[in-house]
């Protein structure tokens, strides 16, 4: 049987210290101002603000990368194929090559900000590459986003962002096999999804 | 003595016409080089040289896209619903329309491939299509638009010079007609079908589509057509000018009907996002545009609908410009309301490099991009006019 | 190979490994196999192809100016480091790694990287500097440090240090100037980090007294007690979440909603400077409710030695026998109705009431502490904290039906004038819970026990200080300044400043710029970047980062024990701390004291150390990774219950400060409080913290960290805000009569009304203008003078704010 590959995220034990946006940046040798992975505040309109009327108050925070979707928007539209879902392991991934830079997949998804595009050609602070040799070159004028590593995922490694993680908030693993640890999480912890409404089946579950 | 005269009068008659399209054509050609050159820089800078980032993906091009296909199903639908359906045309003007029409066709896909990041991997859509997006569709669709456009006008042609049966025409008709219908109706269910954006996501867009390409296309055949007589080109032709004038105010009505229609239905809840989509009209970030294209909109329904004012060319001239501004209008709206809403709004760093504009909406089209536009447009106008010049468009009677 | 929990393996390699990656193998790794089929393979190696040669992993431990010391494994291709992951344990419960570690990668090939030996070729802060080599270097340094020495005397050559980097090898600078005879004043009371550990010196004789944080799962309850553990401590977070989900209950003491106080199950708002009163206050509920352990205070605290009425002072043995020990201390016997002694542990001895001995007039110091809480009834402590009372019985009550429970401290609230007087507080209500030496309890810095780094500061003293009859008088270094500009205690003419950016953290850089520096002959920096403080050198010295060299790191926060290996050869012609000092030595005379490797230098530390468990440990072990040193595991602080004093007991009570009217802990108006007259001119408390993408000034310039978080920001309460016509957005000025600093602001309902924050560690060309330690002071305390020195006070603070433009 393929694989279901996704993440379980603990709202629990996430800081939103950034760690693991910052370790995808690094591992992806992501061009400047390029974030495929992200940090959320939920709360107030600021960076670790909360909502609420002082003294009550709350905050959390939730993390946003690709979905990788069981129905993925974004697959259907793509008019060349260049994004699409991997049989094997549901991993849904872009074709650099492919990509003919028309954005419709940028339009379809609806989580916000999770696709990235090159609008020029692709700076890096350093001179040379960061992060995994295996990484595909970025390239100007074509959309990207989180691979869930695909690259380390073929070397027997879970993604970068997972393996960082500072609270130990991220599980990854195989939905489709029932013994695992993310398909035993979801058994013993409630959980939702992003946008269930939208009917896209995420792959990504975040415990409450 | 006699033919002397009549040789050196001659001249006379015809210069100033030749002389008028040379220099439209100079211009024309100049603006559409600079658009070319600015293309040209837009491809190696950039697209980083426009106003769209990460969220709001899409800006001019795109809007400029679905305008410009509204415009010529519009025209295109005016030329062969006489046909299909047996009503009394608009023959004079049809074979203009229709060119019209194919100059529109091509500026819409102009706009698509500037847009694109690779246009160089254009062939991608014929090597590795995909057809469950609706892009394909409408790649398919449009080109097969363009060629049954093409058809139609040389068998229309033809058919003048008596050549190709009347039948065939009529076939052709619908062929033409449908296709026009469907290109709308899959341009719309581009952003129509999509979840994801709540200001896009309704059922009713491609109606609004057909409706608005209706508007906009009669509205633009008439403003051609109303230059035209004035420069001499078509005979006057009042009572003519007065049922497109007529049928145009119909279709900016029943255009009205329908965005009011959406925005009852959103705004009926008194929340959720649809409300706030209304709000956002009625009052907020597009309220400038919304009230352009609605007050426009009725001004034109008017002034077009009110037997005085219709006979009066300057008066339609001005309602059809109002009715394709206000097209416009909702063709920009629509586009960047779709990136207004957020699914996810919680506080976030950017994901790219900030856009040059801090504007209200997030996005304000730059020179460039406009220089482009200016420029696409301008290759239109060559088109139109070289195509005026060489093509017997002119009514078959004169 | 150790495997992570879904059984796929993990890199990590024990020791330095080679792996020869081929360019075509790497090439090869595909992006899929699938109905999308690649057009191209993945280039990717074509990027690095030219030099796809060589990659290896090193294990290493980070620096990044912070308590983490996480293991690394850091990938270098061609030469190039490329990645930081983190590295294995022995014990997996410590891997960890952060943002900020990830992100030295941006530090290390920074254009803001010093290069090459610098002299000032303008005006001293003109930022203007030419090149010179290191011979000119050396030479220049050693010919400054001499002539100072011969005009002055040899201790007017100070160094003064901070935290950018813990190795032992880094104190090689301390070395030098020892052996020199320069002064080498002390930096934590400048860094602001002293007081608190005053506080814990008092109580318990000890500057770090808690528990492993593997212990804290066995806790109730846990009070985070100003400290942003989420921010500061985030490496060890996981085991507060582990805890928490146990059944812990956590509450955050902290005049902001921290993400820290976000985690907890309760936010409980504070006055800035008020916390000794809310101390007080939970002794008195829990007094009056009988929630306090009377076998701790009888049995482990001074609670029943008596006091003199008289002196004040403890009553001996030497009181009241003659020829009786100084030793011994006195308790009254309640069985007996006698004299007895502390260490007599069959006595039942009295806490409270008034006894004779020997015509002496006594009390046992716990009735003296009782009377003291007394007054700090919920409703005064309202006043004084902003905590509603019913707020302060209901933390009271919690706090004592939780067994056990534990108290963190942060420096949030020791940042104050009376340093030392929020910890002796706490943890005297800690004692007063009486969870002190048992799994699950304690009270004091959240940094836990004294980890491997405390040991190895004691195990490199000799390396630090080879020759003490070379060493000058101690200074301190809240009079660094006062000796530089005034001459007090002894002219300072030339100062050397390493890893330490002085005019971004220490106090009133603006002050120090216009009549300190000015009065030093020699100024001399080595740094890594070009910060604000090495704009102001006479001579720059480009230091090493940490993956280009050798060092031996402990922890702070457990006891663990890393070999920083190098992992690239040092960039330009910047040197290590201890190369540099070599360097430097070998012009002064004294070279002999460098002529080792750092490997050397190394062994001798482990193997000189007076600590059994530290000398057992070698070079060739640490190679293979971290060590933990040998002792108990976990770690439980105090665990037969015997302190540090000279009663071997808990003391609330120091008879030493008795003339100063600190007896017993109380408290004390900070020095810019609420209750200040000078509120009318400056109404609000301005205070800061260290936030998560910083460790001090460090990262604040990193490119990456930038595009999280790029200037700072005030943050200001919506009613605070409101009445000054603030947005979030605005660019507002926070000023008092000391200086100014100009940002934008934040309002936000997550901080409590006249509280100002802004985060820690901006330079100033990220603020609109000034900067945040414009607005402080250098104020002489009194009883931290008397116990050591003052501590740097930043969070006690008024100003006003105003909206600009």
């Not at chain 1, 909502?51 to 539209?77: D, I």
């Amino acid at each position: 049987m393929s694989k279901r590959l996704g993440m379980v995220i603990d709202t629990k034990r996430c800081m939103g210290c950034h760690t693991c946006a910052m370790a995808c940046k690094v591992e992806n040798n992501l061009p400047d101002k390029n974030w495929w992975n992200r940090t959320l505040t939920v709360g107030g309109d600021g960076m670790d603000t909360p909502n609420g009327v002082y003294p009550n108050v709350s905050m959390a925070y939730v993390t946003l990368a690709c979905q990788h979707c069981e129905n993925p928007a974004c697959v259907k539209v793509c008019p060349v194929g260049a994004t699409y879902k991997r049989e094997e392991d549901g991993v849904v991934i872009q074709d650099y090559d492919k990509c003919i830079g028309c954005r419709y997949c940028m339009a379809a998804c609806p989580y916000t900000g999770v696709r990235v595009f090159n609008w020029e050609v692709p700076k890096h602070q350093v001179d040379f590459a960061v992060g995994d040799s295996g990484v595909p070159t970025h390239q100007k004028h074509t959309v990207e986003k989180c691979t869930l590593c695909a690259h380390r995922l073929a070397q027997g490694m879970e993604p970068a962002c997972v393996d960082v993680c500072t609270g130990r908030a991220r599980f990854f693993g195989d939905f489709n096999d029932p013994n695992s640890e993310v398909s035993q999480l979801l058994l013993k912890r409630s959980h939702f999804q992003l946008l269930p409404e939208k009917e896209t089946n995420p792959s990504i579950y975040f415990l409450s | 003595m006699s033919t002397e005269a009549t040789v050196k009068a001659a001249p006379a008659k015809t210069a100033p016409a030749k002389s008028g399209s040379t220099i439209l054509l100079a211009v024309t050609g100049l603006l559409t080089l600079g658009g070319i050159g600015l293309w040209a820089y837009q491809l190696s800078r950039g697209l980083y040289v426009t106003d769209m980032r990460n969220l709001t993906s899409w800006g001019l091009y795109i809007t400029m896209f679905m305008f410009f296909v509204g415009l010529s199903a519009g025209g295109l639908i005016i030329a062969t619903v006489p046909r299909v359906f047996g009503l009394k045309g608009f023959k004079n003007v049809s074979k203009i329309a229709v060119y019209l029409s194919i100059c529109c066709t091509v500026l819409a896909a102009a706009f698509i491939v500037i847009d694109l990041g690779h246009p160089e991997r254009l062939w991608h859509l014929i090597a590795y299509a995909n057809f469950t997006s609706p892009l394909m569709w409408d790649v398919i669709v449009i080109t097969a638009y363009l060629i049954v456009s093409i058809v139609y006008l040389r068998a229309t042609l033809r058919a003048e010079k008596g050549q190709g049966s009347e039948k065939a025409l009529k076939t052709l008709s619908t062929v033409a007609f449908v296709t026009a219908i469907l290109v709308h109706s899959v341009t719309a269910w581009i952003f129509g079908l999509q979840i994801g954006r709540a200001f896009w996501n309704t059922a009713l867009l491609a109606p609004m589509f057909i409706s608005s390409a209706l508007v906009s296309g009669l509205a633009l055949t008439l403003i051609v057509v109303l230059i035209l007589q004035k420069v001499g080109y078509l005979k006057a032709d009042p009572e003519s000018n007065s049922r497109m004038a007529w049928l145009l105010g119909i279709f900016v009505l029943v255009d009205l009907f329908l965005l009011f229609c959406e925005l009852l239905t959103a705004g009926f809840p008194l929340g959720g996002t649809g409300f706030e989509v209304v709000i956002s009209m009625l009052s907020g970030a597009f309220a400038p545009m919304f009230w352009t294209e609605v007050g426009g909109g009725i001004i034109a329904a008017v002034l077009l609908l009110n037997k005085k004012t219709q006979a009066s060319a300057g008066l339609v001239a001005l309602a059809s410009a109002l009715a394709v501004i206000g097209i416009f209008f909702k063709r920009f709206q629509l586009l960047l309301g779709g990136f207004e809403f957020k699914n996810i709004d919680y506080y976030s760093i950017p994901t790219g490099p900030a856009a040059w504009s801090n504007g209200v909406l997030n996005y304000s089209p730059t020179l460039v991009e406009w220089g482009i536009v200016v420029g696409v447009i301008s290759l239109g106008a060559f088109m139109l006019v070289l195509g005026l010049n060489k093509l017997a468009l002119k009514p078959a009677e004169s | 190979m150790r495997v992570n929990h879904e059984g796929l393996p993990r890199v990590s390699p024990t020791r330095r490994s080679f792996l020869k990656v081929a360019a075509a193998a790497a090439g090869a790794t595909a992006l899929a196999v699938g109905p999308g089929q690649p057009v191209l393979r993945a280039l990717a190696a074509d990027s690095d192809a030219a030099g796809a040669g060589v990659t290896e992993v090193v294990r290493t431990v980070c620096t990044s100016n912070c308590v983490g010391q996480c293991a690394l494994n850091i990938t270098v291709r061609d030469g190039k480091v490329v990645k930081s992951e983190p590295a294995d344990f022995p014990d997996n419960r410590y891997r960890r790694m952060c943002v900020k570690g990830i992100s030295n990668i941006q530090r290390e090939y920074s254009e803001r990287r010093i290069k090459y030996p610098m002299k000032r070729a303008g005006e001293r802060g003109s930022g203007k500097f030419e090149r010179i080599s290191w011979d000119e270097a050396t030479t220049i340094i050693a010919t400054n440090f001499k002539e100072v020495a011969e005009k002055y005397g040899p201790e007017s050559v100070a160094l003064i240090q901070m935290t950018g980097n813990l190795g032992s090898l880094s104190d090689a600078p301390k070395r030098l100037v020892n052996l020199i005879g320069g002064a080498v004043p002390e930096s934590s009371f400048l860094m602001s980090d002293a007081g608190h550990g005053m506080g814990s010196i008092l109580t318990t004789g000890e500057l770090f007294v808690g528990n492993d944080y593997t212990d804290l799962v066995n806790s109730r309850l846990v009070i985070l007690w100003g400290t942003n553990s989420v921010e500061t401590t985030l490496g060890d977070m996981h085991f507060l979440y582990d805890a928490k989900e146990a059944g812990t209950r956590f509450i955050v003491i902290d005049p902001k909603f921290t993400p820290t106080a976000a985690f907890a199950d309760w936010w409980i708002p504070i006055r800035p400077g008020t916390d000794a009163a809310l101390a007080m206050g939970v002794m008195n509920v829990m007094i009056e409710n009988d929630l306090w352990d009377r076998d701790f205070i009888a049995k482990h605290s001074i609670g029943p030695v008596l006091v003199r009425d008289d002196t004040g002072a403890l009553l001996r043995e030497s009181d009241v026998v003659a020829g009786g020990s100084s030793e011994r201390f006195a308790v009254w016997d309640t069985v007996a109705n006698a004299i007895t002694y502390a260490d007599d542990s069959a006595a039942t001895p009295a806490l409270a009431g008034s006894f004779t001995a020997n015509g002496l007039s006594v009390k046992p110091s716990f009735q003296l502490l009782h009377d003291a809480v007394l007054e700090y009834t919920p409703e005064k402590v309202e006043e004084i904290t902003g905590v509603p009372a019913a707020d302060v019985v209901r933390l009271a009550t919690e706090y004592g039906q939780a067994k056990p429970a534990r108290v963190l401290t942060g420096q949030g609230m020791s940042r104050t004038f009376h340093s030392y007087n929020q910890s002796r507080a706490v943890m005297t209500m800690g004692a007063m819970h009486g969870d002190f030496g048992v799994p699950g309890g304690g009270a004091g810095d959240h940094y836990g026990a004294a980890g491997a780094y405390w040991l190895m500061a004691i195990s490199a003293a000799g390396f630090a200080q080879p020759d003490p009859t070379r060493t000058s008088p101690p200074l301190k270094g809240m009079q660094l300044f006062e000796a530089i500009r005034d001459g007090n205690p002894w002219p300072v003419k030339a100062l050397w400043v390493q890893k330490y950016n002085m005019l971004v953290q220490g106090p009133r850089p603006n002050m120090v710029e216009e009549d300190v520096l000015p009065k030093l002959d020699f100024l001399l920096v080595s740094e890594i970047s070009m910060t604000e403080t090495a704009k102001w050198a006479d001579l720059i010295l480009p230091v090493s980062m940490h993956y280009e060299e050798t060092n031996l790191v402990g922890s702070v926060m457990n006891f663990y024990l890393h070999l920083r290996q190098k992992c690239v050869e040092p960039l330009w012609e910047s040197k290590t701390d201890f190369q540099a000092s070599k360097v430097i030595a070998d012009k002064m005379g004294v070279g002999e004291y460098f002529d080792k490797s750092e490997e050397e230098y190394i062994s001798e530390i482990l193997a000189n150390s007076p600590l059994p468990f530290v000398q057992t440990v070698t070079l060739d072990q640490l190679k293979e990774g971290p060590v933990r040193l040998g002792v108990p595991d976990p770690w439980i602080h105090f665990p037969d219950k015997e302190f540090s004093t000279s009663t071997k007991r808990f003391e609330f009570y120091t008879e030493g400060l008795k003339p100063l009217g600190q007896a017993l802990p109380q408290w004390l108006p900070p020095f810019e409080g609420q209750d200040s007259a000078k509120t009318e001119q400056y109404p609000l408390s301005l205070v800061s913290g260290h936030t998560r993408l910083s460790g001090g000034s460090t990262h604040r310039q990193i490119p990456w960290i930038k595009e999280i978080d790029a200037e700072p920001v005030l943050e200001i309460s919506s009613v605070d805000a409101a009445s000054r016509g603030i947005e979030s957005g605005d660019f507002v000025t926070a000023f008092n009569d000391r200086g100014t600093c100009t940002l934008k602001a934040r309002v936000s309902e997550g901080i409590m009304p006249k509280v100002v924050y802004i985060g820690a560690g901006w330079w100033p060309d990220q603020y609109k203008g000034g900067q945040y330690a414009d607005l402080t002071y250098f104020e002489h305390e009194p009883v931290s003078e008397a116990i050591a020195e003052t501590n740097y006070a930043p969070y006690d603070i008024l100003v006003e704010v105003r909206k600009e433009g």
